[in-house]
């Protein structure tokens, strides 16, 4: 593959380049993951459950952008693998709510660790140690970046 090098003093090259360069490694770490594992709608359900406390169907809807009825088979999906549990809003009980189980965290921690297992791998394997070092330089950058988002 080609090293994408932007001009530095482009702001829109830069940009675009890391947003390209950055998508490029969460979907190379997401299809890491065996067939048959939880699917990326599971997992951002369950992390955002696990984030921001229980929530109902709608309102997990609304925020992943997705349909009423999508989001019922992602919850079905999560409720009969016991990743999530169902129960009754204590402040109004005609609504559900939906909170992350014990083995929904395990299953949560599993995919993170993996995740950076095999970028660990990776620059161990591919960068030296002065290289590890550039990278290591640059993260307060990246992460001052994300804040300004």
Known sequence: MAEITPPAD???EVA?????????????LRQSH?????????????????RDGPD??????????VRPQAM???????EQRGL?????DPSDRRRMVL???????????DRRSESVRRLAAAVEAEFTPA???????ALPLLERLTERL
């Open 10 to 12: 482009d702001p829109g």
């Open 16 to 28: 675009a380049a890391l947003k390209l360069i950055v998508g490029r490694i969460a979907r190379k």
């Open 34 to 50: 065996a067939v048959g594992d939880t699917t990326l709608s599971e997992v951002s359900v369950l992390a955002r459950l696990e």
């Open 56 to 65: 109902s169907p709608g309102a997990l809807a609304e925020q992943e952008r």
């Open 72 to 78: 019922a088979t992602t919850l079905a999906a999560l």
């Open 84 to 88: 999530v549990s169902r129960r009754p």
């Open 99 to 109: 909170t992350v189980t014990e083995a929904g965290r395990k299953v949560i921690g």
């Open 131 to 137: 290289e590890r070092r550039e990278l290591v330089a």
